[in-house]
């Protein structure tokens, strides 16, 4: 894996979305893993006490949150203001062998918005020590305020869209900085209209999530940079969404820092 899951690490709050649960739920547990590891390198070493522990289902810092059971076993249709609740109490108490306390909530979309609120009360001022990452099958079932105070990963499920070749040529171009190798892709482009530019971006940002997991890799995009792009990509899909005209957005996409 050529991505430092570390520099990606700087954020407190992740929305690790898939239509797969099972996809979702394996890579929020790859990234708690990565906060828990203590050998700090490119990805969780799977050894040491943090990684076994997190790997156990035994570690005090890995807090899951998902939906309670009723009577026969099956989950209740929602995860309740009191759990998140609970969660946010708990979550000013320090960590009590790792660095990080981590907190995973499973199936976020089930939250309602008062569950909701209490998350993002804990979102806008999170303490120092803590990870929050909501699984969720979509992103847009959380409230904007919640987006935009997380990093999102946008993993593949069954409803994958197939990996847009320009979407692949572009993040070479991007992770090497090339500004005018950029415009000229970008330029090849200039016929598309808002559906098109909206599949490009979602192959982009499909193909940023699966680096960022470690599931491929992208000559020269470090962590930092895959992070940057997928805050670029979230604000491309905005303006596309207020009807801001493609050619503008694309002229965004090209002008990198
Ligand atoms: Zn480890």
Redesign the pocket.
Known sequence: MSIDLHTVLASHAYIVASPDESLRNEAAALLA?SF????GERE?????T??RLALAGTHPDLVTVERKTDDKGKAKSALSVEQVRQMVLDAWARPQIAARKVYVLRDAQFMNLPAQNAALKILEEPPAHDVFILCTESAETLLPTIRSRCVTLRIGGEKRVLRDELAAEYLLLAAKRERLGLCLLMGKCDDWDAERLGSFLESLRAALADALCGRSAVSGLTGEKAVSLLALCDRAEEYRRLNVGTKHIMGMLCALK
């Open positions: 893993r828990l590891c203590e050998r969780p070493c799977g050894v040491c943090g990684c």
